[in-house]
T-cell receptor, first 114, second 112 residues
Framework: EPEVTQTPSHQVTQMGQEVILRCVPI?????FYWYRQILGQKVEFLVS????????KSEIFDDQFSVERPDGSNFTLKIRSTKLEDSAMYFC????????????FGPGTRLLVL | GENVEQHPSTLSVQEGDSAVIKCTYS??????FPWYKQELGKRPQLIID?????GEKKDQRIAVTLNKTAKHFSLHITETQPEDSAVYFC???????????FGSGTKLNVKP
């Protein structure tokens, strides 16, 4: 069964550094998402992406964040200048089409900012 | 915006007993409610979902009920087994908007 994959599984970075988190959504899916979960808190929506553009973003997704689909398979989340509070588990998800469709989650990338 | 509350945060049951996890939501426009199971170190996996046009859905030992008037939905697991031990998340979504609002999770421990 196809699955969403994410790399790396863990990343440690220094405050102020740029990080890129990578995701490979399920191949025939059209919608892509990023969520994050700070330790001990709820999973929070960051951004959704469709047809090569952001369809919705949360207030968390400020100018430090960007997303890109650089080719036909990868979907990336870039944090330009990391802060301590960016430490979290970042989940990528994808779904086949719009509406109330199931979202399939990747295994997550645990980001630690020192 | 939508706010989803989930209770309890931890639940310990004996193998074979039933487990019930409850969620409430605030936005009456929400009409899709998935439940995810996350085992330690693994991805969240969809286990069951319900849309607002039905009040109950069942899949073997798992069932979900929805009360639109009260704006709450519940996950029921019968005949629990040790492999049911995991963190369970509820979520709510508004059709056409796609983003999920998650509950805070329930850690279920099934004791053999």
């Amino acid at each position: 069964e196809p699955e969403v994959t994410q790399t790396p599984s863990h990343q440690v970075t220094q405050m102020g550094q740029e990080v890129i988190l990578r995701c490979v959504p399920i191949s025939n899916h059209l919608y892509f998402y990023w969520y994050r979960q700070i330790l001990g808190q709820k999973v929070e929506f960051l951004v959704s992406f469709y047809n090569n553009e952001i369809s919705e973003k949360s207030e968390i997704f400020d100018d430090q964040f960007s997303v890109e689909r650089p080719d036909g398979s990868n979907f990336t989340l870039k944090i330009r200048s990391t802060k301590l509070e960016d430490s979290a588990m970042y989940f990528c998800a994808s779904s086949p089409q719009t509406g109330v469709e199931t979202q399939y989650f990747g295994p997550g990338t645990r980001l630690l900012v020192l | 915006g939508e706010n989803v509350e989930q209770h309890p945060s931890t639940l310990s049951v004996q193998e074979g007993d039933s487990a019930v996890i409850k969620c409430t939501y605030s936005d009456s426009a929400s009409n899709y409610f998935p439940w995810y199971k996350q085992e330690l170190g693994k991805r969240p996996q969809l286990i069951i979902d319900i849309r607002s046009n039905v009040g109950e859905k069942k899949d073997q030992r798992i069932a979900v009920t929805l009360n639109k008037t009260a704006k709450h939905f519940s996950l029921h697991i019968t005949e629990t087994q040790p492999e049911d031990s995991a963190v369970y998340f509820c979520a709510a979504s508004i059709s056409g908007f796609n983003k999920f609002y998650f509950g805070s999770g329930t850690k279920l421990n099934v004791k053999p």
